[in-house]
């Protein structure tokens, strides 16, 4: 079965950078259409990001625009997502998410197949 595990969250000040990984097992890592989503306490969960099976095309919120960059290592079964300019408002538990038949722009909407656990990011000001 497909399973995600995410790693790099953690504690940082405004203007700050993270890098979050998420590596998948289990799965044809290289067909997924992957993405992050975000959840903040007691807001409901949202789409930040998605990269296509190739890479070559991507998808962004339009809070993290400019800031933040996905990417993946299709040899290696993971994913990336680069945070830069971090904002107190950006604080959230992050989640790696991967879909075998959708687009970065559908994900956006339709969420995904499988999710991993989460990774922490709180980003203080």
């Known amino acids: 079965q497909v399973q995600l595990v995410e790693s790099g969250g953690g504690l940082v000040q405004a203007g700050g950078s993270l890098r979050l990984a998420c590596v998948l097992s289990?799965?044809?890592?290289?067909?997924?259409?992957m993405g992050w989503f975000r959840q903040a306490p007691e807001k409901e969960r949202e789409f930040v990001a998605a990269?296509?099976?190739?890479?070559?095309?991507?998808n962004y919120a339009d809070p993290v625009k400019g800031r933040f960059t996905i990417s993946r290592v299709n040899a290696q079964k993971t994913l990336y997502l680069q945070m830069n300019s971090l904002k107190p408002e950006d604080t959230a538990a992050y989640y790696c998410?991967?879909?075998?038949?959708?687009?970065?722009?559908?994900?956006?909407?339709?969420?995904?197949?499988?999710w991993g656990q989460g990774t922490q990011v709180t980003v203080s000001s």
């Open positions: 289990g799965g044809p890592f290289s067909l997924y259409t």
């Open positions: 990269i296509s099976s190739s890479g070559d095309n991507t």
């Open positions: 998410a991967a879909d075998h038949l959708g687009t970065p722009q559908t994900m956006a909407v339709n969420f995904a197949d499988y």
